[in-house]
């Protein structure tokens, strides 16, 4: 536009002077009006002539120049404009993806409370049960699960107060029937001292597994079995029929005596 402008005002400067000059040309035909001062002037118009068409040649030549140049960097605005555009898709795809990711990863974690909410209150369960089932074990297996039994959080302990892991406290209750487990499928003698009728008395116990067991002291003629309830205990029953029985299956069993079949009530 500034180009075509400035190439309009120029050709209008040429024509004026051109009028000019076909003017002095016609004044000079009349031998009465020449004189140097018109030669001088028709020199000068015919000067500024050329240096007129030399200005628009050059003015062309510039504003060329400068139109190629504009349109280079309108080339390179446009090209920075479309790698400007992908970048922004890439970014919002990207971010939009990120997103995604997010809030499936919030939902993921979300249901991994709610189930880590659930276990935590059948552990809660479990663990005041087994605290229950402990009291009633015989009393040197108790001594064995002290350890274990220490790790379970009391009662009243809030949740949030808890520091061990819902896989930790998994671990002390299936530690803790292991060890039911291995006595419950055994034999198990031990010595203990027992209060009968107002007076401490040494017995040894015969322990069949947690099902049954029976208490003995031949020499005082006494003898007795037991059975356990889980939330009573183990519960005692004097029975002095059973002296020998039992005593002679402890010998066997210690291998003192020859092995030889016993039968002890299952009542």
Do not use: C
Not at 26 to 31: K, M, N, R, T
Not at 165 to 194: K, P, W, Y
Not at 244 to 258: L, Q
């Amino acid at each position: 536009m500034l180009f075509s402008l400035a190439s309009n005002f120029l050709t209008l400067l040429m024509i004026k002077r051109l009028l000019a000059l076909a003017s002095v040309v016609l004044v000079a035909l009349s031998p009465l009006s020449w004189g140097q001062s018109q030669l001088e002037e028709t020199r000068q118009i015919l000067q500024e002539l050329v240096d007129s068409r030399q200005a628009i040649a050059d003015e062309q030549a510039l504003w060329l120049q400068r139109s190629q140049t504009l349109r280079d960097t309108i080339e390179l605005l446009k090209l920075e404009i479309e790698l400007l555009d992908k970048r922004i898709a890439d970014t919002e795809a990207e971010s939009t993806q990120a997103d995604r990711d997010r809030i499936q990863l919030n939902g993921q974690i979300e249901e991994l409370k709610d189930a880590s909410a659930v276990v935590a209150t059948v552990i809660r369960d479990f663990e005041q049960r087994m605290l229950v089932i402990v009291k009633a074990m015989p009393s040197h297996l108790k001594e064995k699960l002290e350890t274990i039994v220490g790790r379970i959080p009391d009662r009243n302990t809030p949740p949030n107060r808890i520091r061990a892991s819902l896989g930790e406290r998994m671990l002390n209750i299936v530690s803790l029937l292991d060890q039911m487990e291995v006595f419950n499928n055994g034999i198990h003698v031990e010595a203990e001292t027992r209060k009968i009728e107002n007076q401490n008395i040494s017995v040894q116990l015969l322990y069949i597994g947690l099902s049954r067991a029976y208490y003995v002291n031949k020499d005082q003629g006494i003898a007795g079995y037991g059975s356990v309830n889980i939330d009573a205990g183990w519960t005692w029953t004097p029975d002095p029929s059973l002296v020998d029985a039992v005593d002679k299956a402890i010998r066997v069993f210690k291998n003192e005596i020859p092995a030889e079949f016993v039968t002890l009530p299952s009542k």
